[in-house]
């Protein structure tokens, strides 16, 4: 029981990372885990009936998951959901919202790409990022893989630090929905919702504002963040009685340096996220 532990930040093919679902099941496994969560940027496609099916074979526990992107001031915030109903209606509409969203932002990155001379058409990010998958989360990770594919800069890391990422000339804003009103639509899905990865958002006004929405967790344990940086935050899970969740952010090659289970919670952290919502 001590030694339960559930990474429940993991991204696979159906967003931005490189394994497939089950490939994420067998290495969970291999890694020790007893449990996990797959939180795929807004989509659900994961969650298969072989997925669960597949986890319960191997004795996982697995926690419905996903990862949601929220427009908030000048700043994209992500918000992850836990333990929400996949089959229902208003999410998965919501979802698919979401991915339309996508699209057009995707398009109007691409167009200021164009006035940089990067010239990529959307059939052809949108061929690139699906390899043959019916079902997908495109974003900036695949628009900047296929930047160096086509030889436009060296790594993946220079196509968000010279034109991507938040404040760079071809970063581009589209998700339209503020941090509370993602949270009302994890929770009307019987879902927890969490603030994912604070420290990576800026401090000050912004996060008091940020910490104001209604929240039922806080990821405090995020990859190979170092101990003394989750304290804080640890701090804030207990003033305001919010769930302390953790995980790694896992993302196959696309994030070679973090690993399954580089971050994570215990079984009672696990099961109070498994509980329904009423
Ligand atoms: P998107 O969903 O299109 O906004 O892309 C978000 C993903 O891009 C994140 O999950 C990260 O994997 C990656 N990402 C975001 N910002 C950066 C950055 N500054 N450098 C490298 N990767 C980033
Ligand atoms: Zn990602
Ligand atoms: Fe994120
Ligand atoms: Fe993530």
Redesign the pocket.
């Known amino acids: 029981m001590n030694d339960f532990r559930a990474d429940l930040h993991i991204h696979t093919i159906c967003s931005?990372g490189t394994d497939l679902p089950l490939e994420i099941l067998h290495k969970a496994k291999e890694a020790g885990l007893s449990g996990l969560s797959i939180t795929d940027?807004d989509t659900t496609e994961a969650y298969t009936p072989e997925l669960f099916f597949e986890a319960a074979q191997l004795g996982l526990s697995l926690l419905s998951g996903i990862e949601i992107?929220s427009d908030f001031g000048d700043a994209?915030v992500h918000i992850l959901g836990y333990g929400y109903d996949i089959d229902s209606p208003p999410f998965k509409a919501f979802l698919q919202e979401m991915q339309e969203r996508?699209m057009k932002r995707n398009r109007v990155i691409l167009e200021k790409l164009k006035k940089k001379n990067i010239f990529i058409e959307e059939e052809e990010l949108i061929a690139f990022a699906k390899k043959g998958r019916k079902e997908k989360t495109i974003?900036?990770?695949h628009i900047?893989e296929l930047m160096v594919q086509k030889g436009h800069v060296p790594t993946?890391?220079t196509a968000?630090?010279l034109y991507?990422?938040?404040g760079a000339c071809c970063f581009a804003f589209g998700f339209k929905y503020d941090p509370g009103e993602v949270i009302a639509k994890i929770q009307e899905a019987k879902g927890k919702a969490v603030l994912a990865h604070p420290h990576f958002y800026k401090k000050g006004a912004f996060l008091k504002k940020l910490l104001s929405f209604p929240f039922d967790g806080i990821e405090c344990y995020y990859g190979n963040l170092a101990k003394e940086l989750e304290i804080p935050w640890v701090a804030v899970a207990k003033e305001r009685g919010w769930i302390a969740t953790g995980g790694s952010d896992y993302?196959g090659a696309?994030?070679p340096y973090i690993y399954l289970g580089a971050s994570y919670v215990n079984k009672e952290t696990f099961d109070l996220l498994f509980k329904k919502s009423p």
């Open positions: 931005d940027h992107s994209t996508r974003g900036r990770p900047a993946r890391q968000f630090d991507l990422k938040e993302h696309m994030k």
